[in-house]
């Protein structure tokens, strides 16, 4: 039998969506006031899921202690209060769209979760606005 178990994690972070590569107009056209040259920033909501089957020893999916450790360790100390598109590295050439930054995410945590289980992200931009990714 395979479950779901999710623990929920937030941060704070600056961004800007461009393309260098555009004119500034090309940029406002398609991405709007999200292609401010000053950045503009969101507090995302992070839901992280696994899916596995229950360990019959310990009764769990995943120990949640483990699992809060590791999004606070590499997540949330990692993106929390930052302008993703100067200070994480993995956004220096990739557009730090919703999509983008939950991919990252995934593959962040993806070599730390039992290779057995499956790991699946939600990551909300707004409260209207989120993305899933599960590899």
């Not at 899916?51 to 699992?67: A, C, H, N, R, S």
Request: proline share 3%.
């Amino acid at each position: 039998m395979k479950i779901k178990v999710s623990r929920k994690a937030h941060f704070n972070a600056a961004h800007r969506l461009y393309r260098a590569d555009w004119s500034d107009e090309k940029n406002f056209e398609i991405f709007g006031k999200c292609s401010n040259a000053n950045y503009h920033g969101h507090n995302y909501e992070l839901i992280v899921s696994v899916y596995g089957e229950i360990d019959p020893e310990t009764g769990f999916v995943i120990d949640m202690k483990v699992l809060k450790k590791l999004i606070q360790e590499k997540i949330e100390n990692v993106l929390d209060h930052k302008n993703l598109n100067i200070e994480v590295s993995q956004f220096k050439d990739l557009n730090p769209t919703a999509e983008n930054i939950a991919v990252v995410i995934w593959n962040i945590l993806r070599p730390h979760i039992n290779k057995a289980k499956d790991l699946e992200v939600v990551l909300y931009e707004t409260p209207r606005n989120f993305v899933t990714y599960s590899g």
